[in-house]
Structure formats: C-alpha cells, structure tokens
C-alpha cells in the first residue's frame, strides 16, 4: 500500500540509476522509483512537484545550527555598512526586555572604527547591548553592559582611561559567558536554524555541539515529535569521559538524534595563521599552531577508537593533516571509520595517503571563496593555494569525500556552486559529484549510506526539490536556484509556495 507519490518532477536520484519522474513513498521510507503510471495506485495521495528537480535531501556533514540559530533570532550584523545600520537592525531584533544581542559586524565594511559604547548606547541605555564582530574573538558593549558585567581587567580596551565599550580576549570571553544561551533559549535557537536548514533543502545535519544545552533539545524535540531534521551530534572531545561513563558509543540513537563522532581540534585556522604547516606561512615566519600535538593526538586518537566512538579531527594545515594520518596508522585505528573535518591544505603525498586510508574527507566547498588569485589563501599560502581543498583530485584518487557547510553559510547549493567554479581543476568537480558529496558522501561520513543520500527503495524519503536543474543553469547560477519543496520521510517539511 503507497501513502504518497511524489509526481511532475523530474527525480535525479544520484545512485547511478537513471533519472525518473515519480517517486513513491510508504510509511516514511521510498519504495519505487518510476513513472507516474506505473506507481500511481488506488488510495495513494498525489504530492505535485510543480515541475522541479527532485534530489535526495542535503546531509550537511558539519554544522553549529546554534550559531545559525543565534543569528536568526538576534540582530544579524553582518553585511551592515555602518554603525547606524548596525543599530537599525540591533534595534528592528529588540524584543523589548533583556539583553539585546547583535552578531557578525565587520568595520572593514565602513570606516575601518569598531562599535563604541556611546554609539550602542543609541540601542539603550538602561539595558545591556552586545554587537559581537564577526570573529567573535572582539565585541562591544553598551554602557549598561559595562555597568551590568563582571569584566576583568584583561582585554578591556580604554581610552583616556575610561572604557570604549571594546572589548577583547578575556573580557570578550566574559561577555559570551555572560550571554550563553539557556535551555529555552536554545530551543529557540534550534527551532530557528532547523527552518533555515529545512528552507535550504537540508534534512540531515552532523552538528557540532559543546558546552551547550544541544544535545539535550535535540532529544526533547525527538521524544515529542518536533524534529523535522535528522541531527548527527559530534561531541568535544572534553566530553570524552562523560559520554564513556554514559556508555554511549557512535550510532547509538534514535531514527532522528544519533550520537556521532567525537571532536577535536589539531590545528587552527588559515585566516587567523594558525593552521599548522609543514613549511612556514608565506607572510609570516610562522609555521601555525597546534591545538593538539602529535602525541597527545595519538593518545586521543586511541581513547576514542578503544571507547567504539568515531573521531572528528579538525586539521586544515598539512602538517596537521600529516599528524593524524600518522596517528591513525599507528593506533591501528585503520580499520575504522574516522574523519578529518576541513583538510584544507593537500601538500604532497596527502591525497593518496587519504585515498589509501578509511578517513572521510569532510570539506568545505564554500572555502573555495577563499582560492582565487589575491584571496585569502594566496596571502597566506603564496603559491600553494594551488593545494587547497583538491576535491578532483581526492575523488579521483578515491577518497571519501563529504561536503558540509561549516554554516559558512548553511547553504548546500551554494556550496556546489563553489565545488563546479573552483579556480582551479584539480578542485573543482562535476555537478553530480559536488552534489553527491552532500548527499550520499555526507551520508558516509555519519554511517547512514544505507539509510539515506540516494532516492533508492528502502532509503529513507527525505527530498529536497528544486525550481530548476543545476546541470542546466550556468555554473556561476547554481546558488539562485530555489528550493521550493524539502521532504522529511515523506512528509513536507518546508514548501517556499513557488
Ligand atoms: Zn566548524
């Protein structure tokens, strides 16, 4: 008996199977693929398609929905071309009580002067306002803030010696503190974040969650039916014992909310010349950091394969890339599933030892924005920008490889369109497989390549549809398409009406 079948459209289902124009679908999971025809049976309701392209839901294999979720609800400030803009919208946000929080300015976008307290003082004066600049690591406060908070010594910008309402290091940690969501308010957040995934075609995410009230409204919204996403959560690795002594392993969950790997970081990042390098930075002397070192990584690397978890390491240099390669072999941890999150720079023998090991790729193909001549990645590497995300290069060497978004931004097509428009060829890949490293290769990476990323029977009937074809549209258009539909086993989780 078919519930429902998905018709007028044209079904893409990236299995290798051929393109189809009906899908139907029982008790939350696809039973046929065909034409209309031949599934259409009595008692089976009718979902139109309108016309549209529909694909396998996007998996988006690295996410902090509650950073999405913040900006949603909060004044978002990015883009903003002023403090007056900046206080429009931290004012448009205010609901009128509490704090009122605005995050992702950039004073490079104006005069180069970041937000003083007289100036969010226009917000309020009576209650605190926070304006966090886009890399968080500096933010500014009102006056009612500076009154209001318990701020240390450390990173309170001053002049004349009275507070400019900049705040920095330690004092802009204590701001975060001051501000880190409750439970509530992180449901609210979450809530936010899961239409803005559900709105971009995406119905599995791998979430990263620390310190963070996450994990439990995912698992509130899971018991009372009002999770419309299938959320992965990755762990910090200083939740490590805490999740031993609970005895929770890696897929371990429920249909919806499944415990996935653990994280850690071993290195930085490029823009902050952080990411550890093999070779030093090509406008510094400076070869980056490590977060974890060569041998505390293998110690972890070991702690967390023995505890049946799966390890998420976060490694963008090639020396960090290199380090958990090594770790990996040598813990005998080869037989394992385990992934790297980001490998931004592929120096040398990097992309066969990934081929040739059971680590997923877990990339960014937003980051591309960053590759181009005179970008990011040219400043800081020179000529190796060349070897950065070499997604090509990965797929062909038989790397596994899956795409998430980092939430920079949320947005699966966005990111094809940077895979297929690379500048270069050893990074940029075909429609199909930049749109298969969202779906089936992040369905890999969580485990779940038997369960969803493809539009086969038996997977589970999570769609997404689109208002045009991204193997039509120029390259350089495929962000425009819309998402005009997005199913959730079965049932519409978002329909844009259009
Ligand atoms: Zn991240």
Redesign the pocket.
Known sequence: MVDRVFTNCEVRPLSGDDPASAVAVTDGTVTAVGDPDELLTAGAETVDCRGGVLLPGFVDA?T?LDIVGRRTVEADLAGADGPDNCIDRLLAADDGEGWVLGFGYDESDWDGELLQAATLDRVSTDRPVVAAREDIHTISVNHAALDTLDLPDDGVCTEDGAPTGVLVEEAAEAVFDAIAPDYTQTREYLLAAQEVALSKGITAVHD?VRQSHAPQVYRELDAKDALSLRVRLNYWADHLDAIRELGLVTNHGSDRVRTGAIKAYIDGSLGAGTARLRTPYADSDSAGEWRTDPDALRELVSAVDDAGLQFAAHAIGDAAIDALLSAIESVDAAGERHRV?HAEVLTGDLVERLAASPLVVSAQPNFHRWAAPGDLYDERLGERRGLTNRFRDLVDAGAQLAFGS?CMPLSPLYGVQQAVTAPEPSQRLTVGKALRAYTSGAAYAGFDEDRMGTVTPGSVADFAVLSASPWEVPNEKISDIDVTMTVSAGDIVFDSGG
């Open positions: 690295h902090h990263m999150e980092d």
